[in-house]
């Protein structure tokens, strides 16, 4: 009995020491080969120069591992080698991505082995096969989600997509908890942990498409089923690991690069940007890379009720709103034989949508919604199968302009040559061409303009940020439009460029050919003293053809003062391409100049390049 | 420091209010659905600084059908998730005969023929979704029943 207790402590102490010099062999191996200086290593430790952009200590063994990856590779094998369990809660387990890559390396044919259950099931779960990059669009009357969002959708041995398992980083916040403000400035400047998410497709489909109305668009990329797993293997690696959520740089898209990245160690994506990540340039920066294989259009709820606007019958069409209003009952639409068969399907079928959106903005109760939601779909599984909607696909966000902005031009104001050079580094204008841009949406950053003649070089425009959403009233939806600024114009009484900020809200109609809008705006300008005044203005746009756009512009103000104002734009655009577009404008400006009104008339030809 | 000046530039614009919260409803019957009921343009403006998440972000894969009664008889574990979370549109497209989220549910369940087996789904809507407070467990005992 001794001896064997004497026998099996020789072995364990044996089976140590080799472990021992197992692990010092391989430290001293992994230092010859410079491993801790590969571009692999840094790419799994998230390195940004010296430093990780890993803001969670848990990410690494090393004490230091953050800002030395020789240091963090040695602990990290040194911490396989020591797993006193070997089952998930195992550095084995937890890190599959560099266990995987350093046993390569090594040549290892004895590293430690645990047993993964947990990764294996979700592994098998998600079956990665190929990937997908998704850009849910812009939403209607929110503007700011123009800057859009991006995540992976991993594709499985399915055919539905559905079924796929989408990854998404976004800021771990929980907005119940803060106040609107505060939840703002803390996504700007790092308030918050970012996450990593594993969920099915079809929950952020009912997300985007769904609860925000937005368009989604799928960019088929061409990783192979290798790269797609070593993906796979670091996502597993980023579980649950917190890093600052910063929504100018670090956020949802730029994440998604370092995934990319790591399972194609030659795509250079991230270096694309410097000061901002925008997620639709990220789209952008991937097509250029040339991985791109197929492009999809999934049409928003919102898409879809507007297309049933166009396929009602004019003297029907109140009649989806009614059945939601519990007005009428859905048996008597079946009923019905004055209707015919097709309208029948179109009223009941865009009332279950029209159904859905009022649920899903508190509009009806739970009770009603599934009252009528039961109604409408019995009533509607009686008149036959037809084939689907046919939904023409917009174009694509992919092909509209660049986000950062130069414009050159030349013109004639009140009869002086003049010429102007601008820049802004981000968004779009009403000006700008459309191609692939939500309509009547605004977002602009730092836009900047300066003019020179033969009397003066000045600042024309330094926009520090306006947002306009101008939104079209229809059948379903009655959204209402407005617009905010606030920076440096030349839309104030007196000649040189004034600090102002305006806030306005109104309605907006139009159909295909464009739109026309009427907006109230109350102003505050600031020189040596405050001026308030209010404006009304009365625009139209007309977008019908990709390739022109037209839009005109009369706002009336009256200031504090008693002066009044009236001031006109028009602008006629001509999209050379993607990226180049002509504007000749026409502006009107009433002025005060010597205590004497005088007006202000410019036209110019301006020359925008966007990259 | 770059990024503060950006960011402080930024929030110069923003207005403050109350933040109107999307509140998620989970469930296995219909009406399952996010509501957001966002009372203004503004605080959508001001939710996409970080793309809000509805607080369900894990990364487990979690059986949806956790909480929700099991089938009578028998029927693969990733059907009845599907139709656990996809009630609403499963009815939508069963009652017009064609949809994605039919198809999945076609693959799921292995059908062979699927045009014949989503006509014979259509037909009998009204014994599938028999209520309005129907759920997984008896819309799929009800779709092996009727047309299985």
Redesign the interface.
């Known amino acids: 009995m001794i001896k064997f207790f004497i026998f099996s402590v020789f072995i364990l102490l044996n089976t140590h020491l080799l472990w021992a010099q197992s692990v010092q062999n391989y430290k001293n191996q992994a230092q010859q080969l410079h491993l801790s200086q590969k571009h692999y290593w840094h790419l799994l430790l998230h390195m940004n120069g010296d430093v990780s952009e890993i803001d969670d200590p848990n990410f690494f063994f090393a004490k230091n591992g953050a800002t030395d990856p020789a240091a963090e590779l040695q602990a990290t094998l040194e911490a396989f080698f020591s797993d006193e369990v070997k089952d998930d809660n195992s550095s084995i387990c937890k890190f599959p991505a560099r266990y995987f890559w350093l046993k390569k390396e090594l040549h290892a044919t004895d590293f430690p082995t645990a047993t993964c259950k ?1 990764y294996e ?2 592994f098998q ?2 079956d990665p096969k190929s990937a997908t990059l998704v850009f849910p669009a812009a ?1 209607i ?5 123009m ?1 859009g ?1 991006t995540f992976l959708r991993i594709n499985s041995s ?3 997509k ?2 796929s ?1 989408a990854v ?1 980083y ?7 908890k ?4 505060v ?8 308030g ?1 942990y970012g ?6 497709y ?2 952020k489909l ?2 985007y498409r ?3 109305q937005r368009d989604i668009w799928e960019y088929d990329l061409n990783l192979t089923q290798e790269e797609t797993v070593a993906m796979f293997r670091h996502i597993w690696e980023l ?2 690991t917190n890093s600052f ?5 670090e ?2 898209s730029y994440n998604m690069l370092w995934l990319l990245e790591v399972a194609r160690p030659t795509l250079q994506l991230r270096n694309k940007f410097t ?2 990540v925008i997620p639709l340039e990220t789209v952008h920066v991937v097509k250029q890379a040339g991985i791109i294989t197929a492009e999809h259009y999934r049409p928003s709820k919102r898409t879809k009720l507007l297309k049933y606007e166009t396929l009602l019958d004019e003297k029907l069409n109140t009649l989806p709103i009614q059945l939601v209003e519990g007005k009428i009952k859905a048996s008597q639409i079946e009923n019905n034989r004055a209707i015919d068969i097709d309208q029948k ?1 179109y009223i009941l ?1 865009s009332g ?1 949508e029209y159904l ?1 959106y009022q ?4 509009k009806v109760k ?1 009770e009603e ?3 009528l ?2 109604a409408m ?2 009533a ?3 008149l ?5 909607l046919e939904i023409k696909t917009p174009p694509n966000p992919i092909d509209g302009h660049r986000a950062f902005r130069t414009q050159l031009g030349a013109g004639i104001k009140d009869g002086d040559f003049v010429g102007y050079l601008g820049v802004r580094p981000a968004y779009h204008d009403l000006e700008d061409s459309e191609y692939g841009f939500l309509r009547g949406t605004q977002i602009e ?2 836009n900047l303009l300066a003019s020179t003649s033969k009397k003066e070089t000045k600042i024309e425009e330094a926009t ?2 306006s ?1 306009v ?1 101008i939104a079209q009233r229809s059948l379903f939806f009655k959204n ?1 439009s ?1 617009r ?1 600024k ?1 920076g440096w114009d030349n839309d104030y009484l007196t000649q040189n460029p004034t600090f102002g900020f305006s806030v306005g809200a109104g309605f907006s109609w139009g159909n295909e050919l464009g739109f026309f809008y009427v907006l109230g705006d109350p102003v505050l300008y600031q020189n040596s003293k405050f001026h308030a005044g209010v404006g009304g203005s009365i625009g139209c746009n007309v977008d019908k053809y990709k390739d022109f756009n037209t839009n005109v512009e009369f706002t009336q103000r009256v200031y504090d003062s008693g002066e009044t104002q009236m001031l006109i734009k028009a602008s006629q655009g001509f999209r050379l391409s993607q990226n180049k577009q002509i504007v000749l404008k026409y502006d009107y400006k009433d002025k005060i100049a010597v205590e004497k009104k005088k007006d202000e008339q410019t036209f110019r030809i301006m020359l925008k390049y966007y990259f | 420091m770059k990024r503060l000046l950006v960011s402080l530039a930024a929030v110069a614009a923003l207005s403050s209010a109350a933040f109107a919260t999307p509140n998620s409803q989970t469930g296995c019957g219909l009406g399952s659905v996010i509501i957001k009921d966002n009372s203004s343009a503004v605080m959508l403006a001001l939710q996409a600084t970080t793309n809000g998440t509805s607080g369900n972000q894990t990364f487990g894969i979690t059986s949806g059908t956790s909480g929700c009664k099991k089938t009578k008889l028998v029927m693969n574990e990733r059907a009845q998730e599907f139709v656990a979370s996809n009630m609403d549109i499963l009815a939508k497209e069963i009652a017009v005969g064609h949809g994605e989220s039919l198809d999945t549910l076609d693959e799921l369940l292995q059908v062979q023929d699927k045009v014949a087996f989503n006509a014979a789904l259509q037909a009998n809507y009204n014994k599938i979704y028999s209520s309005k407070s129907v759920k997984m467990a008896d819309v799929l005992d009800n779709i092996s029943t009727t047309a299985l």
């Open positions: 947990e099931k979700i779960r998600v939403h009357n929110s503007p700011a989600s800057f969002h399915f055919n539905s559905l079924l398992y998404n976004a800021a771990n916040a929980d907005a119940e803060e106040n609107g403000i939840f703002a400035i803390k996504g700007l400047v790092g918050y996450r990593y998410s594993l969920l099915p079809y929950e009912k997300e769904d609860s925000e579980n649950g959520y910063y929504f100018f740089t956020n949802c000061y901002q399907r079928e279950v859905e649920y899903s903005r508190g739970k919604y599934l009252e939601f039961h779909t019995t509607r599984a009686k036959g199968i037809t084939k689907p950053f730092l520090i940020i947002i959403s209402f407005w905010t606030i």
